[in-house]
């Protein structure tokens, strides 16, 4: 069974930065297109950030310039490095991996597979 851990979430204030961490169990899964997604109180899960198998990224426009996705294929390992946080960054953050899928036009949960259970993130002004 894939598993996908998060790690590295937590609480800080405005204009800080967190990296999230995204440990897969399963190395094939790790070679495919990784994900962020990530989930406010009362808002759909939306998507973060993508990294497929040639190591292209994708962004939503919300976090482009403030986040990098970068993966470490040797400790299958994926991470989220998050600047210049805000307010509006506060939520659930979540991993997301393919069991197949090597690249993906748009960040998309349904094109996901596995899920891990979330590590949360908090923002204050």
């Known amino acids: 069974q894939v598993q996908l851990v998060e790690s590295g979430g937590g609480s800080v204030q405005a204009g800080g930065s967190l990296r999230l961490s995204c440990a897969a169990s399963?190395?094939?899964?790790?070679?495919?297109?990784m994900a962020w997604f990530r989930q406010a109180p009362g808002k759909e899960r939306g998507g973060v950030a993508t990294?497929?198998?040639?190591?292209?990224?994708k962004y939503a426009d919300s976090v482009t310039g403030r986040f990098t996705n970068s993966k470490d294929t040797a400790k299958t390992t994926l991470y989220l490095q998050m600047n210049r946080l805000n307010p509006e960054d506060t939520a659930m953050y979540y991993c997301?991996?393919?069991?197949?899928?090597?690249?993906?036009?748009?960040?998309?949960?349904?094109?996901?597979?596995?899920w891990g259970r979330g590590t949360q993130v908090t923002v204050s002004s």
């Open positions: 399963d190395y094939t899964v790790s070679m495919n297109v």
């Open positions: 990294i497929d198998s040639a190591g292209r990224k």
């Open positions: 997301a991996g393919s069991g197949w899928r090597t690249y993906v036009y748009y960040i998309r949960h349904q094109d996901f597979d596995y």
